[in-house]
């Protein structure tokens, strides 16, 4: 009966933004009012990831984006509904979307305006096999917003929110606002994201890793070390185990609940590494943050990069903090 009546007393993503507006000074409402248009964008990509097979949206769309990769038809669709709901919403001064070579200025915006980082959908080449996929963004706020791309070229430190969509067995939406990490459901019944684990922590160490391993020619020795090590511990302890997914929102998700470290390292194909700061490193980054973890290069902290330009990439390890300060350690002595 104890859960029966707990079913009747939902705290819905707006109960607990409203509850925390009151706590705090940084939820304003303008500030839902920007959420609700990204849940929107959330609802909607989830319900059509969920029909994708039935409503021939998956493969190719014939087009590639400015990182020259091919687009496929949901990639296309998951940009359009952001763009449009956060183009409405009053809010949002300019954005960056992975799917466009140019940032978006929106010039009705009033000033006291954010700017909205995001990548539409992460991991499209698990599309087409039903594998979790996911939509990444970052926000940031300027009281003089310039209405240039400039507004979006800041430190992940700047950002004010972020968070990611999870298109898995269920859907999920983590987020922190900068008071710690929260994670909600999406009820499909209800069309509402709904509170289900309340400041994630990760330990200080655990026991995965996560990498792409086909890539182990072309790493640096610090990554390589250190992956030997996870595999033949030197202190005799139990070896790691590896999972990699693929979809960076699932491979992240999975290290906030069951803890890890995930790496995408500079490479000779990718000498920046391959994933772009703005809306897959930073917006990542500052979940892990929040949630206790750490996020660096292997030299530097990714929150405090420079982005070089909007779709400027870096390498990244990111997770528990005691493995991210062993692969510091092992930077150091490569050096
Ligand atoms: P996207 O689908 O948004 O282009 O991102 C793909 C990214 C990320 O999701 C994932 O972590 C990484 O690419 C996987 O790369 P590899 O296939 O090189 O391992
Ligand atoms: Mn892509
Ligand atoms: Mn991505
Ligand atoms: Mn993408």
């Given at each position: 009966v104890g859960d029966m009546m707990s079913s009747t007393d939902l705290i819905t993503l707006s109960r607990h933004l409203i509850y925390q507006q009151k706590k705090h000074t940084q939820a304003t409402g303008d500030?839902?009012?920007?959420?609700?248009?990204?849940?929107?964008?959330?609802?909607f990509v989830s319900s059509a990831v969920r029909k994708a097979g039935l409503a021939n949206m998956t493969g190719l769309a014939g087009a590639q984006n400015v990182q020259g990769e091919d687009q496929k038809k949901l990639d296309v669709i998951a940009d359009a509904v952001f763009v449009n709901s956060l183009r409405s919403c009053g809010r949002v001064a300019s954005m960056v979307t992975e799917e466009q070579e140019e940032a978006?200025?929106?010039?009705?915006?009033?000033?006291?305006?954010?700017?909205?980082?995001?990548?539409?959908?992460?991991?499209?080449?698990?599309?087409?096999?039903?594998?979790?996929?996911?939509?990444?963004?970052?926000?940031?706020?300027s009281d003089h917003p310039t209405f240039s791309e400039a507004d979006a070229l800041k430190p992940g430190r700047e950002m004010v929110a972020a968070g990611y969509a999870m298109y898995g067995s269920s859907t999920s939406l983590v987020l922190s606002w900068g008071q710690g990490v929260n994670s909600y459901a999406l009820d499909p019944a209800l069309g509402e994201f709904i509170l289900t684990h309340e400041n994630l922590q990760l330990p200080p160490k655990a026991s995965i890793y996560s990498i792409n391993e086909g890539n182990y020619q072309s790493w640096n020795e610090a990554t390589k070390e250190f992956v030997e090590g996870c595999k033949n511990p030197k202190d005799g302890s139990k070896p790691y185990s590896a999972r990699y997914i693929g979809s960076m929102v699932a491979d992240i998700h999975r290290t906030l609940l069951y803890g890890g470290i995930f790496m995408y390292p500079a490479d000779k194909k990718s000498p920046d590494g391959k994933l772009r700061l703005l809306y897959e490193c930073f917006p990542m980054a500052f979940l892990v943050e929040q949630a206790g973890g750490k996020a660096t290069t292997g030299s530097k902290r990714i929150l405090d990069i420079q982005p070089p330009n909007i779709h400027g990439r870096a390498p990244i390890y990111l997770g528990c903090k005691e493995d991210v300060e062993a692969i510091e350690a092992l930077y150091k002595k490569h050096n």
């Open positions: 500030f839902t009012l920007l959420l609700t248009s990204i849940c929107l964008g959330c609802k978006i200025i929106v010039r009705e915006a009033k000033s006291g305006a954010y700017t909205v980082v995001f990548d539409p959908l992460d991991g499209s080449s698990n599309i087409d096999c039903g594998v979790s996929i996911g939509t990444i963004f970052g926000i940031y706020k």
